[in-house]
């Protein structure tokens, strides 16, 4: 393949992601659910491992140490991080992504605690984006964005 022909391939993928971008952010909450059934179930996993991994990364720097290894996380956080996925494919801002969270938490019964307890279903972060500390925010933003790199190295988008 010679430099030139390279090249424009690498300017039409980066070109058709920032079309699928502009298009993802003006999708309804009917099409980004569409949108993810046409997600791979591999692609998914892949994409909520490296966004839960990064997250508990970022917590043990913080000095939280209550996120576990991808292996040993309960299927409830697992299932969790497998539906922030699609929002953030779909193009969801940390809010949205956070909006989202606590919907599913409220959902399945969870309310706001001190402290994280799975056996209580109490969560500190069971408020507002608004009202999050900032380091709870940025846990929001890297992994909307881990999610969306994942993607796009898995060529979804």
């Not at 022909?5 to 920032?18: G, I, S």
């Not at 043990?60 to 697992?78: F, H, V």
């Not at 709870?136 to 909307?144: C, G, P, S, W």
Request: aromatic content about 8%.
């Amino acid at each position: 393949m010679t430099e030139r022909v390279r090249l424009m391939e690498q300017t039409q993928r980066a070109f058709d992601k920032e079309i699928a971008m502009e298009i993802a952010q003006t999708l309804t909450e009917y099409e980004k659910s569409k949108l993810a059934e046409t997600v791979h179930n591999d692609t998914i996993e892949a994409c909520a491992r490296a966004g839960h991994e990064v997250n508990r990364a970022y917590c043990l720097a913080i000095g939280d140490t209550s996120q576990p290894a991808w292996e040993d996380a309960p299927e409830w956080q697992k299932s969790s991080a497998r539906n922030g996925v699609a929002g953030a494919i779909a193009g969801n801002t940390p809010k949205q992504s956070h909006e989202s969270w606590l919907a599913e938490k409220t959902a399945t019964g969870w309310k706001y605690g001190p402290v994280k307890d799975p056996e209580k279903k109490e969560h500190p972060c069971f408020v507002p984006y608004a009202e999050l500390p900032p380091e709870q925010r940025a846990k929001d933003h890297l992994y909307v964005t881990v999610v969306r790199a994942m993607a796009g190295a898995l060529g979804v988008l």
